[in-house]
């Protein structure tokens, strides 16, 4: 392996990245991010490993969701509580299916860099540079707003750290304390068809706490404060080298910028800069993966970053779409089952079920992500493989971008609240839904 550092990934090609103007204004900027405090510590992210090996084994759950693209605009407490409230409940209806510990990962804290497929967008004759998330330019349709601002790099580290403060406290503080979901209801639950569901599960879990511990007379163990993880997309690499530092108590290289970064499928080339970079930190890490990988991309793949084999180390997310998946994933399967090596699959249900409609809004249908999901289950059955996780876009606010679900909207209800910058998320209801299905799966494949 050539000698690897920090910054051994700007001798390769790098997609995705913003063109700065003013490159002594880029350089104090990334100068700055540099000498600031990291935002998470290696303990957090080795203990993430652990549990990432632990779901490889089928002993734990993923579940990694979130908006598409966090905005610096919406940093703000209710929204971050509301997130939080929908990855508990989520994860609370999982843990009741799946009788495992659930991992909860947040794309937050930092999702804020998008790739996107063009480099420019033109309207109405004028060609300005696309927009690339908050963290890059802004998304107003002007000269001056969409020119690539290197302050945005701080302002983007200072939310991220404003946003992981608010979670700590409120993990801290007892929000997350499975004795209490209460905290955790959102009000326009109250007249959905999955109420009832969710508050069976959310009874029969507070009983079963209690009778165990009436019946020790102690708490049970973990139950008061959940642990929650951060999760971005490594896309802008100046970025990510800024808060990568070496811990000489482990002697080794982490993007303390976050716990579990990934890399997408527009930057996961193999003699690209994002896997050069990313094969030197010691972080957990995940590739997007889809139908239009080779076996030997992905082999290549998956040697790279994680030669030694580490448990925990790498997770792939397959985003294939419902109707590619059946085709595609058994491939891919025997691909790394080719290495010898094993790693964590994880189903993304959403980037593959984008589609247009015709008022031209983007939305994904409820009904292909609960298949696609449902085959993921069953193909990595079929295989003896293991589906380890699921990673959603979703919201908890009460929006309206994907279509379907108990509430059957359509697309005409999309104009209602369409909010997403960029794709469309699930919102509270139906990320719930999606839950109470795999948790029903579970229970028709268990046989006691
Ligand atoms: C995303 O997760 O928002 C994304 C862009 O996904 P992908 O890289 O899988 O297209
Ligand atoms: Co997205």
């Known amino acids: 392996m050539s000698t690897w550092n920090p ?40 203990a993430l490993r652990e549990r990432l090996a632990a779901a490889q084994r089928g002993e734990q759950f993923l579940l990694q969701g979130g908006d598409c693209a966090e905005s610096f605009a919406e940093c703000e407490s209710d929204r971050i509580a509301k997130q939080m409230k929908v990855i508990l409940q989520t994860s609370l209806v999982l843990l009741h299916g799946l009788k495992r510990p659930i991992i909860r990962v ?5 999702q804020y860099a998008k790739p996107r497929s063009a480099d420019t967008e033109t309207r109405d004759g004028v060609t300005l540079p696309s927009y690339r998330g908050d963290i890059i330019n802004r998304p107003e349709f002007t000269a001056q ?15 991220a750290g404003l946003t992981l403060n608010f979670i700590r406290s409120l993990v801290d503080g007892g929000f997350a304390d499975l004795h209490h979901p209460e ?12 109420r009832e569901a969710y508050q069976r599960i959310v009874r029969s879990i507070v009983d079963s706490l209690d009778f165990f511990e009436s019946l020790t007379g102690s708490p049970v163990h973990e139950t008061g404060r959940v642990d929650f993880y951060a999760s971005h997309e490594g896309l802008h690499l100046l970025y990510e080298q800024a808060q990568t530092r070496f811990i000489p108590r482990s002697q080794q290289w982490y993007n303390l910028s976050t716990h579990f970064p990934w890399i997408g499928m527009r930057t996961a080339q193999l003699d690209g800069a994002h896997v050069e970079y990313f ?8 590739v997007k993966v889809g139908a239009s990988m080779s076996s030997e991309w992905l082999q290549g793949l998956v040697t790279t970053l994680n030669p030694n084999n580490q448990p925990g180390r790498l997770t792939l997310i397959h985003r294939f ?20 090596q094993t790693v964590l699959w994880v189903c993304d249900p959403m980037h593959g079920n984008t589609e247009s409609t015709v008022g031209g809004y983007k939305t994904r249908r409820l009904e292909n992500i609960q298949r696609e999901l449902e085959l993921a289950f069953d193909v990595h059955e079929a295989q003896g493989s293991r589906l380890g996780g699921v990673h959603l876009e979703m919201t908890g606010e009460d929006v309206t971008e994907c279509t379907g679900g108990a509430r059957g909207l359509s697309d005409a209800d999309l104009a209602r609240a369409y909010r997403t910058q960029v794709d469309p998320r699930l919102n509270y209801e139906q990320a719930l839904e999606l839950a109470l299905m795999i948790a029903d799966r579970s229970k028709k494949v268990r046989t006691f």
């Open 145 to 159: 707003a969409r020119e690539p601002d290197p302050r945005l790099l701080l302002r983007g580290y200072e939310r």
């Open 321 to 340: 779409g419902a109707k590619e998946i059946e085709k595609s994933l058994p491939r891919l399967i025997d691909a790394v089952r080719q290495t010898g």
């Open 7 to 46: 910054a051994s990934w700007q001798t390769r090609k790098a997609q995705q990245q913003p063109q700065y103007t003013d490159p002594a204004a880029l350089e104090s900027n990334v100068a700055e991010l540099s000498r600031l405090p990291p935002l998470v510590v290696s303990w957090e992210i080795e």
């Open 183 to 194: 905290y955790w209801d959102l009000g326009f639950l109250r007249n959905s068809p999955a």
């Open 279 to 286: 094969r030197g930190i010691a972080n957990p890490v995940a």
């Open 106 to 110: 947040g794309r937050m804290a930092g």
